[in-house]
């Protein structure tokens, strides 16, 4: 559906050059919630404007629905911005029209018949959940009410794709929430592709597939947001996902652990859904003469799906830990060694 | 008293001189200005239809014609006043200089309420794919609308001001009155009433001003 690669973009800034983004490539599949997390400066609210060429590239293709957009001419790139929704962090309504105009204009502008506007926005606005607020304008509603009157104007032209640019980070926790939830909901009813950017590791947790994690101008690292939680590689990635669950080890028990052995180590299991119900710990002290004790513990919702994370500390013979091991990579989602450092190839 | 109140006339005819000229001058200074401050806005770097050239050429001149007093404008530009209207005396030899004074003042201004659109919504309806036509007319020019009332209220002050010297040329309103009476005859009655007339004048603009803006903010 979206298909960025190599995306390079820099600016001019006095007489230095700046590069916001350095080689950048990614794809979203049709009807995926794909999120882009980075601290500020990351480079990513310039690559969401890439997609709909808001911001034009140095170099790098972007190709959304099979469209080449570099190559499009100035008519047939507002043609295809009609089917690229985005709704902003400021929300960016018209302070001058009220709820319905706000939603209406465009579809005016783009000549749309008027009792079917009536109808579209009328539709739209019971979908936001804004019905009756249609005569309200937009200095009398809240955050989150103004950025549903967003989505719902982001949808009048019946996009096939919606960007998120910090959508939520203007609102409160339980304001995101229930605006996270709409969005899940049109992601469902309109099999509709969302690209969202957000500094805020909730938000990926929420409701996104995919995620890729943004640093300096380039993609550190991305996959589905349910391994890379399970098992992030970046330090960075680390970072952010310390902020929904932190799973560190202190340095001194680290260290006391290390101290021991071979005799000992240290397990990270995840383990998804319904397998949180499976009594493996049980099983695998009964059946390794092994002891485990548990360091740490924590389950959480992916996207709907449980993600259990126990930190195991496994000691006793070198053989019986390693027949261990392997017992837990058959029956859990996910098995990394944490301590002594495992090497990665 | 009895004298004043047989000047009444005098002030109704200075009144409807001086309400003459600002509207006129007013109504073509529009005319000119506001397009002038689209452009003055659009051509800028980053904007809708940046152009150096447009720019700056534009900017430059605004700001000369902006640094001359209007008492000195009104003299240096006899030859085109009298090239525009064939004559550099009375109402019409006023209103043509009166508009070259007003036309960048008003463009300066609609510059100064077009640049307090906020750039976000310009560039969200340019990712819903509006054409750049249809931002300046459907929401640089809607959403400013206080901004520009605010502007027109200020030009036709300043407006006011300048018709006051355009006496000199004998144009007639009531600076014209003020400046016979009260300057070269000592008349302090005359003087008063002339300068009581143009406070209520300018208040009573000011305040409709602010209040069709408050309108149109329609902020709660």
Redesign the interface.
Known sequence: MIQLTDIHKSYQVGNKQVEALKGVSLQVEKGQIYGVIGFSGAGKSTLLRTI?L?EKPTSGSVIVNGQNMLTLKEKE??????K???I?Q?F??????NVFDNVA??LR??RVPKDVIKRKVEDLLGLVGLSDKANA?P??LSGGQKQRVGIA??LA?DPEIL?CDEATSALDPQTTESILELLLDINRKFNLTIVLITHEMQVIKKICDQVAIMENGVVIEQGSVLDVFSNPQEQTTRNFIKTVFDDQVPQEILSKIKETGPVSKIVRVAFRGDAALDPVLGTLSARFPISTNLLYGSITTIKGTALGILLLHISGEDQAIQDGIRFLRESVYRVDIVSPEEVRS | MERLIEMIPVFGQSLQETVIMVGFSLFIATLIGIPLGILLVITQVNHLFPNKIIYHTLNTIINIVRSLPFIILMVAIIPFTELIVGTSIGIEGAIVPLIVYTSPYISRLMETALHDV?R??I?????????RT?IIF??ML??A??GIVLCLTIATIGLIGATAMAGAVGAGGLGDLALRYGYQQWDIEVMIITVVILVVLVQLIQSLGNWAARK?????
Do not use: W
């Open positions: 709909n808001l790139l507002r043609q295809a911005r009609k690229i929704g985005i902003f400021h960016n309504l018209l302070s001058s029209y204009e465009i502008m783009n304008y200095s009398q104007r982001a032209t960007l | 906020d976000g919504v560039e969200a309806y340019q990712a819903m794919g509006a054409s249809q459907r929401i809607r959403e609308r206080p149109l903010k329609k902020s709660a």
